[in-house]
């Protein structure tokens, strides 16, 4: 009732690419730079602006389907897959589609049965004690996220100095529908099978924050 070489498999963190890409460009407005501005209060308003942002991209989380059935090796003996379906068609049918309600769907909906569970006609438990099914393993979609700040110094009277930082994350209010990656192993059982219920990041927020030197 045990196979350990079943235990080595991928890692519920084994994200293959990982892109961070991070800059800054002084705008070209202002006292000291190409496009001079004599005004002072203008100046101090639209001149001596440091833009910034942050890139993040990455290839989707690992996760596994699961039967909840304990029919080899103690824990989970994994799916069986029928009718000619290979992991292949499952990986391909990993998306983001409307689904019931609010909810999405991060498969495609043909494998998922009227019950809400996977689709029998496709994925199956394994049923019979000693069984061992397909231990399979997806990935989830390559999601990305882009945060910009602003940085401006003013000067004080004296040595004193302030600086203000405003701070955008999300600046496109672009939603990142989870799959399973982030969630845990789907069970194919679930009356849920194939939904997520809400993004897994935030939606778009400002921060400010000042700093005084003296």
């Known amino acids: 009732m045990r196979d350990r070489s079943l235990d080595d498999?991928?890692?519920?963190?084994?994200?293959?690419?990982?892109?961070?890409?991070?800059?800054?460009?002084?705008?070209?407005?202002?006292r000291d730079r190409h496009f001079r501005i004599s005004n002072p209060i203008l100046d101090g308003i639209v001149g001596g602006w440091t833009l910034g942002g942050t890139l993040t991209a990455q290839s989707g989380s690992p996760f596994r389907l699961t039967s909840g059935r304990a029919t080899f090796n103690q824990y989970d003996a994994g799916v069986?897959?029928?009718?000619?379906?290979?992991?292949?068609?499952?990986?391909?049918?990993?998306?983001?589609?409307?689904?019931?309600?609010?909810?999405?769907?991060?498969?495609d909906?043909?494998?998922?049965?009227?019950?809400?569970?996977?689709?029998?006609?496709?994925?199956?438990?394994?049923s019979t004690p000693g069984e061992l099914g397909d231990?399979?393993?997806?990935?989830?979609?390559?999601?990305?996220?882009?945060?910009?700040?602003?940085?401006?110094?003013?000067?004080?009277?004296?040595r004193a100095s302030l600086r203000l930082h405003v701070t955008v994350t999300n600046v496109f209010n672009h939603p990142i529908w989870g799959t399973p990656g982030w969630s845990g192993n789907p069970s194919i059982n679930s009356t849920t099978f194939g939904q997520t219920g809400s993004p897994i990041n935030g939606a778009r927020q400002m921060y400010l924050r000042t700093e005084i030197s003296f």
Do not use: C, M
């Open 109 to 126: 909906p043909k494998y998922i049965g009227p019950d809400g569970r996977a689709n029998p006609e496709f994925i199956q438990l394994p």
């Open 80 to 107: 069986v897959l029928v009718n000619g379906t290979t992991v292949e068609d499952l990986q391909n049918a990993v998306r983001i589609s409307p689904g019931p309600g609010l909810n999405r769907y991060w498969i």
């Open 135 to 158: 231990l399979i393993i997806l990935r989830g979609k390559a999601t990305w996220t882009f945060d910009t700040a602003l940085n401006k110094d003013f000067n004080l009277p004296g």
């Open 9 to 30: 498999t991928v890692a519920h963190y084994d994200v293959r690419h990982v892109l961070q890409a991070f800059g800054t460009y002084d705008l070209p407005f202002g």
